[in-house]
């Protein structure tokens, strides 16, 4: 199901606020985001309620199968990568952050926190490579499902926010 982009924009905004409002996002000095494509949910606007709350903002990019995250201060930082989707382009390398909260995307969640991402599992090796942050999905209510069978190297997300709620 595809939204038009006045219930994109209301959604995204919806969910930004949830977010935004929860205490794990005054909480942490750093965000791990990513920035949307095709129709995901908006970060533009978290983003930059991060940087207006003094707090570092670090975002993906691909290197072959490798995801790593860099920090950004503005989005003129960013440029065309994998697959169209926008990469930072600096070198600024994002020196993990337990402290920090990490917003992602996903194809579909379910209630119970597990994820079908877009294939590749960069979001699960990479968590799993860098120890335990808290992690809340970003999705719109069409895109959950009843159930999310898990395989062994999926990592659940904390918390999932959606235009209707915090799950």
């Keep these: 199901m595809d939204l038009d982009a006045s219930e994109w924009e209301c959604g995204t905004q919806s969910i930004a606020k949830r977010i935004r409002e929860h205490a794990w996002f005054a909480e942490a000095r750093m965000i791990f985001c990513y920035v949307d494509f095709r129709g995901e949910v908006g970060m533009r606007g978290l983003i930059e309620e991060a940087w207006r709350a003094g707090k570092r903002v670090c975002v993906p990019r691909m290197d072959g199968e490798r995801m790593d995250f860099y920090e950004i201060s503005s989005f003129s930082e960013l440029g065309s990568?994998?697959?169209?989707?926008?990469?930072?382009t600096g070198e600024r390398k994002a020196i993990f952050d337990e402290k920090g909260l990490m917003i992602l995307p996903g194809a579909a969640f379910d209630r119970l926190g597990n994820r079908i991402g877009y294939g590749k599992g960069c979001y699960d090796r990479?968590?799993?490579?860098?120890?335990?942050?808290?992690?809340?999905?970003?999705?719109?209510?069409?895109?959950?499902?009843?159930?999310?069978?898990?395989?062994?190297?999926?990592?659940?997300?904390d918390l999932l926010a959606t235009e209707k709620g915090m799950y």
Excluded: C, N, S, W
């Design 126 to 157: 990479y968590l799993a490579a860098h120890g335990k942050i808290r992690t809340i999905g970003a999705a719109f209510e069409f895109q959950i499902l009843d159930r999310i069978k898990p395989e062994k190297t999926d990592v659940r997300v």
């Design 81 to 88: 990568g994998t697959f169209g989707i926008m990469e930072p």
